[in-house]
């Protein structure tokens, strides 16, 4: 069974639109930032697969490896009719999952949401050719924005897998979970993957690793910009630093000039001047405490069943119920 063809709901001029506004906005704040998802061009993407195999990226790892022990349990526990994936990517650690639901029968239907229709089409066709029994389906969409989309009906669990939730902030993670919930009916689960608080000597070297691929990857915004919207930044000229704020619990991600520079964007009719030694915020990534977790989903109305965590306690994986 091929996979069915692709549900849209944002188009290209949706991303363009939202990539204008994100660094107008971002670039002339007096502490200037910019939000993660432009780093994932293609070329974006494929740095970040490499950076998931890197010996300092534990993340992956330590997550693959929980969901290796406990998706019999999810499948169990769950019973899920459907299977959806939020910011699907490549969906390999989820075939983890679909191997277990599809052992277990019962699951009819695959759903994977990701604003890239190029990376969706090539994973779901990948899917639906793995799994000829199961109905594959792709929805172009942004998981902060199109939940309201989601299919509904059957017992469904939603995937929201690598970490992804600790690049939001806090009231930002409120917002998420809150829609998360109202787009689920009472019954329904979520897998949420949370990498956990630990000591700085293992977090930020994941973030600042010593052949420089993270380095490259948090530049590609540059990069980005300068072919989307006619920018002139010289990414050669930006320092990558990556930092650990014992305060918020997260790790930051910043671009820091290396000279005074003014960047011209033609796409915005903006200029924008850098000191030497400013610095451009480009990610945060929150780290987590097993009862934080809870407490966010308890306020979201979704009532913790499983936690689970590598045996290294580096990343947790909780099943949680809208209630």
């Known amino acids: 069974m091929s996979a069915e063809p692709l549900e849209i709901h944002l188009e290209e001029q949706d991303l363009a639109r939202g990539l204008r506004e994100d660094v107008r906005l971002g670039l002339t704040a007096d502490a200037k930032w910019l939000p993660p998802k432009w780093f994932y061009d293609a070329r974006g993407s494929e740095l970040f697969e490499g950076i998931t195999r890197l010996p300092e990226y534990y993340p992956t790892r330590a997550e693959r490896a929980v969901l290796a022990r406990r998706a019999s349990a999810v499948a169990a526990l769950t019973g899920a009719k459907t299977l959806i994936e939020l910011g699907s990517g490549s969906s390999e650690k989820t075939r983890l999952l679909l191997d277990a639901l599809t052992d277990r029968g019962g699951l009819g ?129 930006f320092t990558h630093v990556a930092r650990w704020d014992a305060a918020c619990e997260w790790i930051e991600m910043r671009l820091r000039a290396d000279r005074p520079m003014r960047v011209r964007i033609p796409g915005l009719d903006l200029e924008v001047a850098f000191a030497a030694g400013e610095e451009l915020r480009t990610e945060i990534s929150a780290k987590f405490r097993p009862e934080g977790v809870a407490a966010e989903l308890d306020a979201a109305e979704f009532a913790g069943r499983a936690f689970w965590t590598d045996p290294d306690g580096l990343f947790g994986v909780t099943l949680a119920r809208a209630v």
């Open 109 to 237: 239907t695959f759903v994977a949401l990701d604003v890239s229709a190029s990376a969706l089409r090539a994973s779901t066709a990948r899917i639906a050719a793995d799994y000829p029994g199961l109905r594959v389906r792709g929805i172009v969409g942004d998981f902060t924005r199109h939940l309201d989309r989601l299919p509904t009906g059957g017992r469904r669990l939603v995937l929201f897998l690598g970490g992804t939730i600790g690049n939001l902030l806090p009231d930002e993670r409120a917002a998420f979970l809150s829609a998360m919930r109202a787009a689920l009916e009472a019954g329904d689960w979520l897998l949420l993957g949370t990498d956990l608080v630990k000591d700085p000597s293992i977090i930020v070297p994941a973030y600042d690793d010593a052949a420089g691929l993270t380095a490259e990857f948090n530049r590609n915004v540059l990069r980005v910009i300068n072919r989307e919207l006619g920018a002139d930044f010289d990414p050669a000229a």
